[in-house]
């Protein structure tokens, strides 16, 4: 964060844009210390981080509709950590389970192609679901592999982060009906 009443070095503004705060060089500064101190050269007995991840679910982000703004902070964001540890990896902000076709078309889709195979070494899915809705993932993967390849990223792996279900009845959110862990 910044002094009280100052932007931080990356605000995502309430308009929706991806935006860095004044001065851009502070958040330059951040990300080069980050992968220095974590990536590079951890401290004894901290392991080394080699993955990093720029966002999590752009689709459930208030700026989710600035492609440019998100495209064009990933490109820094990236070129900032290989600068530091060529050997780090770096994945997109993972697409969440939330609709998936439809946000992945809408907002991830038009990020892929104005990066044109640039930016970021792996995808990222993220699959929740009820019993059995794992048969879905085969035309998720489909689908997520055909706006790589026309984008690009041809040679870029796909990751799943995060998955999971649930068991029981769970209050939030409604309506998803019983079920065991079985």
Do not use: C
């Given at each position: 964060?910044?002094?009280?009443?100052?932007?931080?070095?990356?605000?995502?503004?309430?308009?929706?844009?991806?935006?860095?705060?004044?001065?851009?060089?502070?958040?330059?500064?951040?990300?080069?210390?980050?992968?220095?101190?974590?990536?590079?050269?951890?401290?004894?007995?901290?392991?080394?981080?080699?993955?990093?991840?720029?966002?999590?679910?752009?689709?459930?982000?208030?700026?989710?509709?600035?492609?440019?703004?998100?495209?064009?902070?990933?490109?820094?964001?990236?070129?900032?950590?290989?600068?530091?540890?060529?050997?780090?990896?770096?994945?997109?902000?993972?697409?969440?389970?939330?609709?998936?076709?439809?946000?992945?078309?809408?907002?991830?889709?038009?990020?892929?192609?104005?990066?044109?195979?640039?930016?970021?070494?792996?995808?990222?899915?993220?699959?929740?679901?009820?019993?059995?809705?794992?048969?879905?993932?085969?035309?998720?993967?489909?689908?997520?592999?055909?706006?790589?390849?026309?984008?690009?990223?041809?040679?870029?792996?796909?990751?799943?982060?995060?998955?999971?279900?649930?068991?029981?009845?769970?209050a939030i959110p409604p309506g998803l009906p019983p079920?065991?862990?079985?």
């Amino acid at each position: 964060g910044g002094a009280p009443g100052m932007p931080a070095p990356l605000a995502v503004k309430a308009d929706g844009n991806w935006t860095l705060g004044p001065p851009p060089a502070a958040y330059d500064a951040f990300v080069k210390a980050l992968v220095n101190r974590y990536g590079k050269r951890p401290p004894a007995g901290v392991p080394r981080v080699a993955y990093w991840q720029f966002e999590n679910e752009l689709d459930l982000s208030r700026a989710r509709s600035d492609a440019a703004g998100y495209a064009a902070l990933l490109t820094r964001t990236a070129t900032l950590i290989k600068a530091v540890d060529p050997k780090a990896l770096v994945l997109i902000g993972g697409v969440s389970g939330e609709d998936f076709p439809r946000n992945f078309e809408a907002y991830y889709q038009p990020v892929l192609r104005l990066l044109a195979g640039k930016g970021f070494d792996a995808f990222d899915i993220h699959f929740f679901g009820r019993a059995g809705d794992y048969r879905e993932l085969a035309a998720l993967y489909g689908q997520t592999r055909q706006a790589l390849d026309a984008a690009g990223f041809a040679r870029t792996p796909i990751w799943m982060t995060e998955t999971g279900t649930y068991s029981g009845a769970p209050a939030i959110p409604p309506g998803l009906p019983p079920q065991s862990e079985e």
